[in-house]
């Protein structure tokens, strides 16, 4: 039996059985469709975590300093001073593997543009905590190294900040100020950086 003989006989018994034919061809389609879109799916999750982890930093390790104690209550990690400036320094000095150490000053506040305002985590850093979270910048610049030492009054903002404060503007070269807060966790739509000299100098008002 020759292929062309092969081919009559199918195309005859798919005749003979119509709708038996066309539900299994129905199903296929439908089979094929299900594993495409699951695909799909399970593609887009994929590179969503991938993402979300590579803002987080997947080779990152934090160090925070100790809790103190008040009134016999021990508070969260982080809200006692001991970590300096010096501190990340040394990492960076004396751990070959460390590619940068940048230190953080971190605080949740509310931040005020004409009649507009938006409670948001405002950080004290350097420009190394740019490299080490991998976090672009989308418009404007990073901080100057003048701007580093003088601790200038300059902020590098989150795109929902800037929606929330800026009329659709796209921030660069407005003004704004801050109020005081307390601490927050870190979403790179809704921060505000600082230069960390400038966060000392807050700190210390």
């Known amino acids: 039996m ?25 199903g296929i389609v439908v089979g094929v469709a299900a594993v495409v879109c699951m695909v799909s799916v399970g593609a887009g999750a994929q590179a969503e975590v991938s993402e979300k982890i590579r803002t987080l930093g997947a080779n990152l390790l934090f160090v925070v300093p100790g809790a103190q104690n008040s009134g016999g209550v021990r508070l969260e ?6 970590l300096t400036e010096e501190d990340a320094a040394a990492i960076r000095r004396e751990l070959t593997d460390v590619q940068v150490a940048a230190p953080l000053l971190s605080r949740s506040m509310p931040l005020v543009a004409g009649n507009r305002n938006w409670t948001t985590l405002v950080a004290g850093i350097n ?42 503007r796209d921030g660069v070269g407005e003004t704004f100020r801050e109020g005081r ?15 960390a000299a400038a966060s000392h100098s807050a700190r210390r008002s």
Do not use: H
Not at 146 to 166: C, P
């Open 2 to 26: 020759n292929l062309l003989e092969s081919m009559r006989i199918a195309t005859t018994a798919l005749r003979a059985n119509k709708l038996r034919s066309a539900l299994t061809a129905l």
């Open 77 to 82: 990690a982080g809200t006692r001073p001991t």
């Open 127 to 168: 420009t190394d905590y740019l490299v080490a979270r991998e976090w672009q910048i989308t418009a404007g610049r990073t901080f100057a190294e003048n701007e580093m030492e003088t601790g200038a009054k300059v902020a590098i903002v989150g795109s929902a900040i800037v929606e929330a404060l800026f009329e659709g």
């Open 181 to 195: 807060g307390g601490d927050g966790g870190c979403d790179r739509r809704d921060t505000n950086v600082a230069a």
